[in-house]
């Protein structure tokens, strides 16, 4: 199955841009809380820190890893991925502030 970037090959989800630097979540990976301190997917937050992905791609590989986790079998708390989707919205508003800040910093002179 694919979804914009994504592919679904059994039990791994994959991109499919760049068959150099793919990015790849297996089976095990999926369904794995974070320990200690909030309870969150890690793959949810991980997936924010590949610069190359948009938030559209990052949209896109939420419903793919929700599809997934239900094909699979895993378990899938709904509390656990709502404030995973919460801490990821706060990540993403802090890598664009980022980006603005450095786009800013290249801008043009006029001094």
């Known amino acids: 199955m694919e979804f914009g970037i994504w592919t679904l090959n059994n039990d791994t ?21 974070s320990e200690g301190g909030e309870q969150v997917y890690k793959v ?30 895993l378990p ?3 509390m656990v991925l709502a404030l995973s989707l919460k801490k990821q919205g706060e990540l993403l508003a802090f890598k664009r502030v980022e980006e603005l800040y450095k786009k800013k910093l290249k801008g043009p002179r006029f001094f």
Do not use: M
């Open 13 to 33: 989800i994959i991109t499919n841009i760049n068959p150099f630097e793919r990015i790849v979540f297996a089976k095990d990976k999926l369904g794995a809380v």
């Open 44 to 73: 949810l937050l991980d997936v924010t820190k590949y610069a190359a992905l948009s938030a559209d791609d990052i949209e896109h590989f939420n419903f793919l890893f929700i599809y997934t986790l239900g094909k699979l079998e």
């Open 76 to 78: 899938l708390d709904k």
